[in-house]
T-cell receptor, first 116, second 115 residues
Framework: AQKITQTQPGMFVQEKEAVTLDCTYDTSDPSYGLFWYKQPSSGEMIFLIYQGSYDQQNATEGRYSLNFQKARKSANLVISASQLGDSAMYFCAMREGQTGANNLFFGTGTRLTVIP | EAGVAQSPRYKIIEKRQSVAFWCNPISGHATLYWYQQILGQGPKLLIQFQNNGVVDDSQLPKDRFSAERLKGVDSTLKIQPAKLEDSAVYLC?????????????FGQGTRLTVV
């Protein structure tokens, strides 16, 4: 079974608008961490934001926020005030704390295109 | 602080040849990962080291892939012999430790083309 599911292969957003990238996850581990990474066309993976399973509040990091709905097992990334430089692939990832080797599992990604 | 270094950036080889990739993680990071990213897909974990020991290599095709981490620092990933389906970007990442809340930092990757 897929541990991370990203159902949006591609998304478009107008510059300066907000956009939500979806991510659902599957785990029975009570302790886990959720990560979002950005991968520009140059190829490097850039860490954006982290949410722990025990965190009471949604994580925020500048223009990035994570809409964490634990009961629904979703961890959507919200980018506010989109910029042209936000055009990239975005990956959701999860690390389980008690099972396995704390591997970092990635979803299939969403390609975001910001339109001027 | 220097990031994760990988070399080479690009490599083109013929099928059945061998190839090796090198990774130098961020200083002090105990956990090192090798990922394979096929075009259009998310990264797939090949192997994870904690210091110089293997934590997980369950998805490493051991008949052709091998990896080692020398003295718990640098790592090499080798493919011998290469197949066409090995064409991908090979990403190295490191983290302070392997605990649930530590992010992984990635290198720029090595793009391998097998012809």
């Amino acid at each position: 079974a897929q541990k991370i599911t990203q159902t949006q292969p591609g998304m478009f957003v107008q510059e300066k608008e907000a956009v939500t990238l979806d991510c659902t996850y599957d785990t029975s581990d009570p302790s886990y961490g959720l990560f979002w990474y950005k991968q520009p066309s140059s190829g490097e993976m850039i860490f954006l934001i982290y949410q722990g399973s025990y965190d009471q509040q949604n994580a925020t990091e500048g223009r990035y926020s994570l809409n964490f709905q634990k009961a629904r097992k979703s961890a959507n990334l919200v980018i506010s005030a989109s910029q042209l430089g936000d055009s990239a692939m975005y990956f959701c990832a999860m690390r389980e704390g008690q099972t396995g080797a704390n591997n970092l599992f990635f979803g299939t990604g969403t390609r975001l295109t910001v339109i001027p | 602080e220097a990031g994760v270094a990988q070399s080479p950036r690009y490599k083109i080889i013929e099928k059945r040849q061998s190839v090796a990739f090198w990774c130098n993680p961020i200083s002090g990071h105990a956990t090192l990962y090798w990922y394979q990213q096929i075009l259009g897909q998310g990264p797939k974990l090949l192997i994870q080291f904690q210091n110089n020991g293997v934590v997980d290599d369950s998805q490493l095709p051991k008949d052709r892939f091998s990896a080692e981490r020398l003295k718990g620092v640098d790592s090499t990933l080798k493919i011998q012999p290469a197949k066409l389906e090995d064409s991908a970007v090979y990403l190295c990442a490191s983290s302070w430790d392997g605990t649930v809340n530590t992010e992984a930092f990635f290198g720029q990757g090595t793009r391998l083309t097998v012809v």
